[in-house]
């Protein structure tokens, strides 16, 4: 038992927070940008999508209701950041910029699949530094506390289930528990190079709450390529929705309309990944 314990902290929750720390400038800079829109509307959905959600006004018609849903979808909560970020600075060695243009080519794919006609931009106005310092602090340890909560529920699960094993590293003779229950879904995401069990083990976590991707894909033994690194970053901006923000859409319109979204966005992530790997595949 000591030994368990003495492993779930060495080999996981010391590497993935380690991790996390390191990527903490980064997610500032793009905080600070995401603190620039909280003094318009909640509906941005920058910070949390759920938030943004339950924020709409149960009073307006449904049609602008449920498209306005729709877009929201599109926009990347802040729990994604680490596992951008990630991604572009160890798999894909690209700079932080490249998180900004995923956002940007998200929420214009919003605009355009949900023909959005309800939003309109919002006016800027001139934001006191003071002000700016104490938004920018909230929403980063209301990060940092969204986060670190979904780390050390993803790890711990995480390293149970690969303790089954006897081994964080299975061998091919010696499955984990993790890989028995992802496995079967292999063959669904091979055109999209996401056919490992610890890629969708981080997707499947990514389900009950984004924040808990990260530590997923830090923890699992997953070799990257750069296909398959550009294929997960898309599949993870633009997939289904964490359940609690599906929870706040039936509440808002209906279980079916929260249904549709569910399947419409995993189809488009699946879609975007597929042609992703599928390109860089062949140009490679």
């Keep these: 038992m000591l030994n368990f314990i003495k492993g779930l902290f060495t080999e996981g929750y010391l590497p993935v927070f380690s991790q996390l720390l390191s990527f903490l400038p980064s997610v ?3 905080l600070i940008i995401v603190a620039f ?11 949390c999508t759920t938030l943004a959600v339950s924020a709409l006004d149960k009073t307006e018609p449904e049609h602008t209701k449920r ?3 729709r877009f929201l979808t599109f926009i990347p909560c802040s729990a994604k950041l680490p596992v951008f970020m990630f991604l572009t600075a160890t798999v894909l060695n690209l700079n932080f910029f490249t998180v ?3 956002y940007a080519f998200s929420v214009f794919l919003g605009f355009v699949l949900t023909r959005n006609t309800a939003f309109t931009f919002p006016k800027f106005r001139r934001i006191h530094p003071l002000a700016l310092t104490k938004t ?5 340890l209301g990060f940092l506390k969204r986060i670190g909560i979904g780390l050390i529920i993803a790890v711990t699960i995480l390293y149970i289930l690969s303790h089954y094993s006897f081994a964080l590293r ?3 003779t010696e499955q984990s528990m993790l890989y028995n229950l992802c496995g079967w879904a292999e063959p669904l995401f091979a055109p999209t190079g ?8 981080a997707l499947a976590f990514g389900l009950i709450a984004k924040e808990m991707i990260i530590g997923a894909i830090l923890l699992c033994p997953i070799t990257w390529t750069l296909a398959s690194g550009v294929s997960f ?3 993870t901006l633009l997939y289904t929705p964490c359940i609690p923000t599906l929870t706040a859409i039936a509440s808002r319109t209906s279980r079916r309309h929260a249904a549709r979204v569910a399947i419409f966005n995993f189809a488009i992530a699946y879609a975007a990944a597929f042609i992703a790997f599928t390109a860089l595949t062949l140009l490679a």
């Design 67 to 69: 498209q306005k849903i």
């Design 194 to 201: 996401l056919d490992n069990a610890g890629i969708l083990a």
């Design 170 to 172: 299975p061998t091919p």
């Design 100 to 102: 900004i243009w995923l």
């Design 37 to 47: 829109f909280e003094n318009s509307k909640p509906v941005l959905g920058l910070g």
């Design 28 to 30: 500032t800079v793009l």
């Design 136 to 140: 920018v602090t909230l929403n980063l």
């Design 233 to 235: 970053l898309l599949f």
